[in-house]
């Protein structure tokens, strides 16, 4: 039997913000539904999450993952006394509690993997990860033989000079066997610099404590600032460009741009320069992206090319050409083939295929059928100081350079609107809509005004 147990009760005093600090976003997720994932091929009989600082908070981001048991832990009194309060929870529980700190959200999961089967297979009390680190500024320091068997842990800041040039660091991951751990959890003491009880003092109780070293140090890496968040978030992206890379993805500038975990993409999709892709996103084969756009939670098909534009939670059909300077708002849909050009914005709005919004344009709350050709800076006027109105246009009908269509609106099928026009009756099939007051020219005017 297995449980997980995850530590996120801590303030995060050295964030300097008012978010609990597991629940800091890295790469579109928070701290804490990292460490979770990480765990989760495991498949743990058992997960609880130790919170306390803003317990509502954190239990609230995280009820909707399910199956997780939330442990209060009021005050905060260190590690070791947060891992005391499942002695109650886990009373009678026989098998392997793997501890995980809520802030470290860069593991792997082969690697938690292989920490609990080695574990297993040495039958020792205690299994733990450790890193060698170039810095290991501000980590607790594992003290170990060259078999690998622990005789104990101490913290940075309760090091000599001479314990601190140890460079192999507790990862703050541990598995111990239960049964063992709950033996020795009463005994932990406060006597250390912050006063706190620190899990890291079970590991010299305990009679066979074996550690395992990680290969890729960055795994280990643990979150207790900004600077440490901001090297994190930059591992991430590395990992995240390389993976798509692998699939088929180019990166023209890959430092330069930013993917959410949850992006998937095609094969042979560019990624221009200083492009962004937020929440989830669905990038077909052969896109464009970029230079210069940002996406999120946007479902593109194959062949759009999207330049120095927003995307925002829009549906994109194939062969879309999107900018420069456009703006795709929640539930735009636009059809295959159409072209969406410079300085047009699209809300909440059908566009049928093969259609046409190419300059200046506010396309609000419209329904436009295929082969539409909206004219420079036409506007759905869609709001009336009180409610949204919707502009329904027929198949290949045309508005004329700033037309104004002034909604609740519907224009037929292969309707015209006369440049300059405000429309505000509806328009039959095949008509042409004029709406402007007629031309006067005064012959010899400039004479007259100048006498
Ligand atoms: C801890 C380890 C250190 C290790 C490092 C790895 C201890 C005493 N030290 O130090 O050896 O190198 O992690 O990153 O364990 N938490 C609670 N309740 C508390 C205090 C903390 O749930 O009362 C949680 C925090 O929310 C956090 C985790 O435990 O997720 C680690 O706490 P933190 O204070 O960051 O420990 P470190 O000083 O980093
Ligand atoms: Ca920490």
Redesign the pocket.
């Known amino acids: 039997m297995l449980a997980v147990a995850v530590?996120?009760?801590?303030k995060?005093t050295r964030m300097k913000s008012a978010l609990p600090?597991?629940l800091q976003p890295l790469a579109g997720a928070t701290l804490v539904e990292r460490v979770l994932a990480s765990a989760r091929t495991l498949q743990p009989e058992r997960r609880l999450l130790?919170v306390?600082?803003q317990a509502e908070r954190v239990e609230e981001k995280l009820s909707p993952i399910g199956g997780l048991e939330f442990v209060l832990?009021q005050p905060?009194?260190?590690?070791?006394?947060?891992v005391q309060q499942l002695l109650p929870v886990l009373k009678g529980f026989e098998g392997e509690l793997l501890v995980l700190?809520?802030?470290?959200p860069l593991l792997r999961p082969e690697t938690i993997e292989s920490l609990v089967n080695g574990h297993r297979n040495s039958g020792a009390d205690v299994t733990l990860l450790t890193a060698r680190l170039s810095d290991p500024t501000?980590?607790?320091r594992v003290f170990a033989d060259e078999t690998g068997q622990v005789s104990g842990?101490i913290?940075h800041r309760d090091c000599t000079e001479e314990q601190r040039r140890n460079t192999l660091?507790?990862?703050?991951i541990y598995c111990f066997n239960w049964q063992a751990l709950e033996g020795v959890l009463p005994q932990l003491s406060t006597d250390n610099d912050q006063g706190?009880l620190?899990?890291?003092d079970t590991v010299a109780m305990l009679p066979r404590a074996m550690h395992v070293e990680v290969a890729d140090p960055d795994e280990?890496n643990?979150i207790?600032n900004r600077r440490q968040l901001a090297q994190c978030e930059a591992v991430l992206q590395q990992r995240l460009r390389e993976h798509w890379m692998a699939e088929g993805v180019t990166f023209v500038d890959p430092d330069s741009c930013t993917l959410s975990e949850d992006c998937r993409f095609g094969r042979d999709v560019v990624i221009e320069p200083q492009t962004h892709l937020r929440g989830s996103c669905r990038i077909g084969d052969n896109c464009r992206l970029g230079p210069g756009s940002l996406l999120e939670n946007a479902d593109l098909g194959d062949a759009v090319t999207v330049l120095h534009s927003v995307v925002r939670e829009a549906t994109v059909a194939d062969d879309v050409s999107i900018g420069p300077f456009a703006h795709l708002r929640p539930a735009a849909e636009i059809g295959k083939g159409c072209r969406i050009g410079n300085f047009v914005e699209v809300k909440k709005s059908q566009i049928g295929a093969g259609s046409k919004v190419n300059h200046l344009s506010y396309i609000g709350d419209a329904s436009l059928g295929d082969n539409v050709n909206v004219g420079a800076g036409t506007i759905t006027a869609n709001y009336d100081g009180v409610r949204k109105h919707r502009t329904v246009i027929g198949d290949g009908s045309k508005t004329g350079a700033n037309s104004v269509l002034v909604a609740p609106l519907s224009l037929g099928k292969e309707v015209t609107v006369a440049a300059g026009s405000t429309i505000t009756k509806d328009v039959s099939d095949g008509a042409l809509a004029i709406g402007r007051s007629r031309q006067m020219n005064k012959e010899g005017w400039s004479r007259s005004s100048g006498d």
């Open positions: 530590l996120a009760a801590g995060g600090k597991v130790i306390g600082h832990q905060q009194n260190g590690t070791g006394h947060a700190n809520g802030d470290v501000g980590y607790g842990i913290e660091t507790n990862a703050g706190e620190y899990l890291t280990v643990g207790n």
